[in-house]
């Protein structure tokens, strides 16, 4: 059965501290890994799409990796503004359009 | 351009009673979703569409119906409304198979059963 497990569940970080959330996964025949940004009261928001080991991606302070077992979003340099709940999931060539989705990583940035 | 819009965005209801949730894009999106999300949980996926026409059950549909008559619209009806019910329920799109993972959410529909 695919899933998908993010750690830390939650993280404080001061303004600056860079960091990384790490999501691992098991799917059979990963198709595509994806990580959401979701804001309190709002619906998640695309940030990346990672399709095999070696991969990166990078949108201004954030960075994602994709290993066989493993993606991690770094966040270098963190603003207030990079406070929200960071989602993982991840879609098998097995599993039609079923998404599964980790319970997320909520960040905290400290002014 | 609005998105995928979706109403109520609150609503509160009795053991047994029923309710549509409404959710439209106007993306011309070809593949629509319902998703649940509960506390500590990952969104779920309740039934999603391939296009007008097409409904397919995703991995808690027990208690929900789905309709795609159009490409734009794709209700969400909840019959004998039950406690367990109880949860945040997120409309989104994807223009294709090939986009499956690149979605775009709605804002979010907070049902509760009482």
């Known amino acids: 059965e695919d899933q998908v497990t993010q750690s830390p569940e939650a993280l404080r970080l001061q303004e600056g501290e860079s960091s990384s959330l790490n999501c691992s996964y098991t799917?059979?025949?990963?198709?595509?890994l994806f990580w959401y940004r979701q804001d309190p009261g709002k619906g998640p928001e695309f940030l990346f799409t990672l399709y095999s080991a070696g991969e990166e991606k990078e949108k201004e302070r954030l960075k994602a990796t994709l290993t066989k077992k493993e993606s991690f979003l770094h966040i270098t340099a963190p603003k207030p503004e990079d406070s929200a709940t960071y989602l993982c999931?991840?879609?098998?060539?097995?599993?039609?359009?079923?998404?599964?989705f980790g319970t997320g990583t909520r960040l905290t940035v400290i002014p | 351009n609005a998105g995928v819009t979706q109403t109520p965005k609150f609503r509160i209801l009795k053991i047994g009673q029923s309710m549509t949730l409404q959710c439209a894009q106007d993306m011309n999106h070809n593949y629509m979703y319902w998703y649940r999300q509960d506390p500590g949980m990952g969104l779920k996926l309740i039934y999603y569409?391939?296009?007008?026409?097409?409904?397919d059950k995703g991995e808690v549909p027990n208690g929900y119906n789905v309709s795609r008559s159009t490409t734009e619209d794709f209700p969400l009806r909840l019959e004998l409304a039950a406690p367990s019910q109880t949860s945040v329920y997120f409309c989104?799109?994807?223009?294709?198979?090939?986009?499956?993972?690149?979605?775009?959410f709605g804002e979010g529909s907070r049902l509760t059963v009482l």
């Open positions: 569409s391939v296009g007008a026409g097409i409904t």
């Open positions: 999931a991840v879609v098998g060539w097995s599993g039609a359009n079923n998404l599964f």
């Open positions: 799917v059979s025949g990963l198709r595509g």
């Open positions: 989104a799109s994807s223009y294709s198979r090939e986009d499956t993972g690149e979605l775009f």
